[in-house]
């Protein structure tokens, strides 16, 4: 059962990861107009940022099937940290940032905050 939920855990990770990250990198209308708003008020360059993020999110998705297929801790350990560390990041983005928090993003984050902290128990009882 664990293993199943472990698999479930990381298929649904790199999916909704991916999900985020190509029109991030496509540059599509929607995120641009979001990273925009973010512009004004982190003072970072849009385009930089908004590529910056999605291609974090892949570099993410590829540590996490890395990781389910080698089973290698550290590996896992580095995806884990950093999918938390960006959902965290996100959660701040989306309650200080953007003029209004858009609740699906919010529970998505949190959501993969859950699970990562799930993930990087058992990779640190040895999975």
């Not at 991916?18 to 979001?34: C, D, E, M, R, W």
């Not at 291609?55 to 580095?78: D, P, W, Y």
Request: charged share 15%.
């Amino acid at each position: 059962m664990k293993k199943r939920v472990n698999q479930s855990i990381n298929i649904i990770s790199i999916l909704v990861l991916i999900y985020f990250a190509v029109p991030k990198i496509l540059g599509l209308s929607q995120s641009v107009t979001g990273f925009e708003q973010f512009e004004s008020v982190l003072h970072i360059d849009a385009t930089f940022f908004r590529l910056f993020t999605g291609f974090s999110e892949l570099i993410i998705a590829a540590l996490i099937l890395t990781h389910a297929f080698t089973k290698n801790r550290m590996v896992g350990l580095a995806a884990f940290l950093f999918l938390l560390a960006t959902m965290v990041s996100a959660l701040g983005i989306e309650f200080f940032v953007r003029p209004e928090p858009v609740m699906l993003l919010v529970v998505i984050a949190i959501i993969l905050m859950l699970t990562s902290s799930y993930k990087l128990k058992n990779i640190l009882n040895h999975e």
